[in-house]
């Protein structure tokens, strides 16, 4: 049971336009929602985070949407640059134990 | 912040062999988390490292296969054992200082021939 899901497996964007990667969750439990960039032979790099009780949550060119009633959150990255191409995964975590749920991941790709 | 020093960074092992993975943190935390990254795949939690404690495996890992310790606040231990292909993976440790962030070492790519 996939709890945490990016059903876009791939994204091309264009340079300095907007990237919109999305994550639906199923467990209504889960009370933060963390997004990572991750690059291959590298370990992931927390991007930014989210609690249950926002719905929005910005830092530089990254912004964070929560949606709790459609169980939804997305990342906005805007302007988009080609040093962003990358694996972005959304992770959710639940009260208990603080361990994280994560996505499938969606590969970003920034063309110039 | 905080940062974590994984080690090795990579490694090809035989089948049948066993290979530690060492984690050091440059902080005190209370939790440390292994994770999986199977090839093509996302990243599976293992295990909860505790310090003074037992680990806390998640369902479909065992302790005999992937042996953890925690001798202080700023470093873990994952041991892969009697490792077969279907180990071949990156391994990574992980900090949550708070909540609200989470911090990752640069993983282990392990390959088993």
């Known amino acids: 049971d996939q709890q945490v899901k990016q059903n876009s497996p791939s994204l091309s964007v264009q340079e300095g336009r907007i990237s919109i990667l999305n994550c639906d969750y199923t467990n209504s439990m889960f009370d933060y929602f963390l997004w990572y960039k991750k690059y291959p032979a590298e370990g992931p790099t927390f991007l930014i985070s989210i609690s249950s009780i926002k719905d929005k949550n910005e830092d530089g060119r990254f912004t964070v949407f929560l949606n709790k009633s459609a169980k939804h959150l997305s990342l906005h990255i805007v302007p988009s640059q080609p040093g962003d191409s990358a694996v972005y995964f959304c992770?959710?975590?639940?009260?208990?134990?603080?361990?994280?749920?994560f996505g499938q991941g969606t590969e970003l790709s920034v063309k110039p | 912040s905080a940062v974590i020093s994984q080690k090795p960074s990579r490694d090809i092992c035989q089948r049948g062999t066993s290979l530690t993975i060492q984690c050091q943190v440059d902080s005190q935390v209370t939790m440390m988390f292994w994770y999986r990254q199977q090839p093509g795949q996302s990243l599976t939690l293992i295990a909860t490292?505790?310090?003074?404690?037992?680990?806390?495996?998640e369902s479909g890992f065992v302790i005999d296969k992937f042996p953890i310790s925690r001798p202080n606040l700023t470093f873990s231990t994952l041991t892969v054992s009697n490792m077969s292909p279907e180990d071949s993976s990156i391994y990574l440790c992980?900090?949550?200082?708070?909540?609200?962030?989470?911090?990752f070492g640069q993983g282990t790519r392990l390959t088993v021939v």
């Open positions: 992980s900090v949550t200082p708070t909540r609200l962030e989470a911090f």
């Open positions: 992770a959710a975590s639940a009260p208990q134990g603080g361990k994280l749920i």
């Open positions: 490292a505790n310090q003074g404690s037992e680990a806390t495996y």
